[in-house]
């Protein structure tokens, strides 16, 4: 059964540097998400991407967050000046999406982790 | 804006006895909801969606526009069942899930 892959599976950098989490969707899915995970809070809506553009993207995402999909497999979400507060897990989501909107599925998540 | 909702952060039952997770949600139009599953260091996964109104491992759900609830109910749980479960909803303008902050669920032997 096709799998939404993340790597890594955890990372940990150190304050103010930049890091890229690396996302492969399933392969004919069309719609790609970023969440993160704060420990012990809820999962929360980062940014979606659809036909090589950002669709929608949270309050959270801002000009440190950027995401891109460089050669039609891989979804990558940069953080350019990393905070402790962006230690989080983060899961790359996809989905279909023909005929409408359908199941997201998930990759395992990348923890990451700021120092 | 859309909210969910699950007031319990945590749930244990005993094996054999029924289960009952809460969710609420605040959205003016016609939502989509779910159920997501994460069992222990595993992905989140769909478990049901209120749309195809069908029964996943024994567990169902129904959407009550009234009271704007899709709680999550299994008559007899089983210890294979322990896991952490997030209600999301769907709202089609925004294309993208809202999340609860999750109901962690232990059956007890």
């Known amino acids: 059964e096709p799998e939404v892959t993340q790597t890594p599976s955890h990372q940990v950098t150190q304050m103010g540097q930049e890091v890229i989490l690396r996302c492969v969707p399933i392969?004919?899915?069309?719609?790609f998400y970023w969440y993160r995970q704060i420990l012990g809070q809820k999962v929360e809506f980062l940014v979606s991407?659809?036909?090589?553009?950002?669709?929608?993207k949270s309050e959270i995402f801002d000009d440190q967050f950027s995401v891109e999909r460089p050669d039609g497999s891989n979804f990558t979400l940069k953080i350019r000046s990393t905070k402790l507060e962006d230690s989080a897990m983060y899961f790359c989501?996809?989905?279909?999406?023909?005929?409408?909107?359908?199941?997201?599925?998930f990759g395992q998540g990348t923890r990451l982790t700021v120092v | 804006a859309q909210r969910v909702t699950q007031p319990e952060k945590l749930l244990s039952v005993f094996k054999g006895a029924p289960v009952e997770l809460k969710c609420n949600y605040s959205?003016?139009?016609?939502?989509?909801l779910f159920w997501y599953v994460q069992y222990s260091r595993q992905r989140l996964q769909l478990l049901l969606r209120?749309?195809s109104r069908e029964s996943i491992k024994g567990f169902t759900a129904d959407l009550n526009k009234g009271e704007t609830s899709f709680h999550l109910k299994k008559p007899f749980a089983q210890e294979e069942d322990s896991a952490m479960y997030y209600c999301?909803?769907?709202?089609?303008?925004?294309?993208?899930?809202?999340f609860g902050s999750g109901t962690q669920l232990t059956v007890l032997p």
């Open positions: 989501a996809s989905v279909e999406g023909v005929g409408g909107w359908t199941e997201a599925f």
């Open positions: 209120h749309i």
């Open positions: 999301a909803l769907h709202s089609g303008s925004a294309r993208q899930l809202t």
């Open positions: 392969s004919n899915h069309l719609y």
């Open positions: 959205y003016s139009g016609s939502p989509e």
């Open positions: 991407f659809y036909n090589n553009e950002i669709s929608e």
